[in-house]
């Protein structure tokens, strides 16, 4: 004899899982930003503990900088034959926008293996803690602009109505800073040797970069000029620069740097929304 089966008797099938999915990707992101008074208070933190029991305390970070661009402003300008009063700001701000830039890079690289205790016991979406580098490096970022200021009252620039461009470079920066942050940051943590690889891989664009040299110091000729120029333009963060330190120098900004930044910026979102849908279920147990 056949036994009945009663159907409701049977389980339904579990319902797949949703970790992998984009829309768990959004909501990641959405909720890390919801939750800015944490990662607001973490990133003041950490500019605290970097610089306690220190006299001077976060005035260093300007300190630092400015004495780093005036000195080497004032070596390479003289070794190029530049004119100090536009050579200086120029390396200065190059400085400063590079240390956003790397600042981005090397600690977002380290920003899960860093926070492992915190991953583990606080129970916070993932991009809380990119929030926190970026949220940091904007701090730091802040107290340059001092310098900014001062350079300006001493060598006033020939300013325009092309500085409020400054403000979609700003916004750029910060969107790059948040994938940069998510792709670095978690496969870093998966493959540690990513790290290492990308401090050489910095410290080597720095010098391919025109931040103590300019693109007018590549050669007499105009065929020579013109040769070396277009292997500068190969670099991404020469473009980087451009849109941001032009528009506070007075120089026209021409459109091919903004569209090369923008879409650095279209794919790196698509790539870190790729890595957070794949791998950010597994920070947690990589750290």
Known sequence: MSAVVD????????????????????????????????????????????????????????????????????????????????FLPYVALGFIFWNFISSSILEGSEVFSKNEGLIKQLPAPVSVHVYRVVWRALIIFAHNVVIIVILFLIFP????????????????????????????????????????????????????????????????????????????????????????RGPLLGEPVEFYHWAVVLGCTAVGWVLAMLVMRNYRARVAYWV
């Open 157 to 244: 620039p020939p300013l325009n109505w092309t500085v409020t461009l400054i403000v979609p470079a700003l916004v750029l920066y910060v969107l790059n800073s948040i994938w940069v942050t998510i792709v670095f940051g978690i496969l870093s943590t998966r493959f540690r040797d990513i790290g290492q690889l990308l401090t050489t891989v910095v410290q080597l664009v720095f010098f391919m970069t025109p931040i103590i040299w300019t693109t007018q110091s590549l050669g007499n000729s105009t065929g020579e000029t013109s040769s070396r120029l277009k292997l500068v333009e190969l670099n991404p963060m020469f473009h980087y620069l451009e849109i941001a």
């Open 7 to 86: 159907d409701d008797a049977i389980p339904a099938r579990p319902e797949g899982s949703d970790s992998r999915s984009f829309a768990r990707a959004v909501k990641d992101l959405g909720d890390g930003f919801a939750s800015r008074e944490l990662w607001f208070h973490l990133g003041w933190q950490d500019i605290k503990q970097r610089y306690r029991r220190s006299v001077l305390g976060p005035l260093w970070i300007v300190i630092a900088t400015g004495v780093t661009a005036i000195a080497m402003g004032l070596l390479y300008g003289e070794l190029f034959g530049m004119d100090i009063k536009v």
